[in-house]
């Protein structure tokens, strides 16, 4: 009889320096293990987020990009430490929104994206909409949203 399984083999987890990531990650970690599947890391650059500042230069971008690329190559470290062999990550620019759920899982093929549950308050999703909840309503795979810790406790951030 065929084993059925579900397996996943290409994850996708956005991560953006929060500690909601960070847990998405650490929980993508386990599951690629789980599944033997490759991970895929991005950092979404919202580049609308530096249309309004009217002295705009690159000097800010790059800032950005490299806080994300010392993240990222941490992050790939700790997969590797943990026995994932096929693990990456990109730097995108644009509409976090729609290149999480639309562009790079058509692109790499995606299976499952596991996102960290967002901190915005109702208003603020009320007027900008949260990523996370505009990628669980509009993906073309399947989502996992992650709202615990790894001992499936609710998340409490550590206190700084």
């Known amino acids: 009889m065929k084993d059925m399984l579900q397996q996943y083999k290409n994850i996708l987890v956005p991560v953006d320096g929060s ?6 990650f650490k929980k993508a970690v386990a599951v690629a293990n789980r599944n ?11 580049t609308r987020a530096f249309q309004n500042i009217s002295s ?8 950005v990009t490299d806080t994300a690329k010392k993240t990222l190559d941490k992050y790939i470290e700790e ?26 899982p058509k692109d790499l093929n995606i299976d499952l994206i596991m ?20 990628v669980t309503r509009t993906a073309v ?12 406790k609710p998340a409490k951030k550590p206190e700084v």
Do not use: W
């Open 19 to 24: 500690y909601e990531a960070e847990l998405a």
């Open 56 to 63: 705009f230069d690159t000097t800010m971008v790059e800032q």
């Open 115 to 134: 996102i960290g549950a967002t901190g915005l308050n109702a208003v603020e999703r009320l007027l900008i909409g949260s990523v996370t909840e505009y």
């Open 79 to 104: 997969a590797k430490s943990n026995g994932i062999s096929n693990v990456d990550y990109s730097i995108e620019y644009g509409a976090p929104k729609s290149i999480i759920a639309n562009d790079l």
């Open 36 to 46: 033997e599947a490759s991970l895929h890391l991005v950092h979404v650059v919202d």
């Open 141 to 152: 795979c399947d989502v996992l949203v992650v709202r615990t810790d790894l001992e499936n």
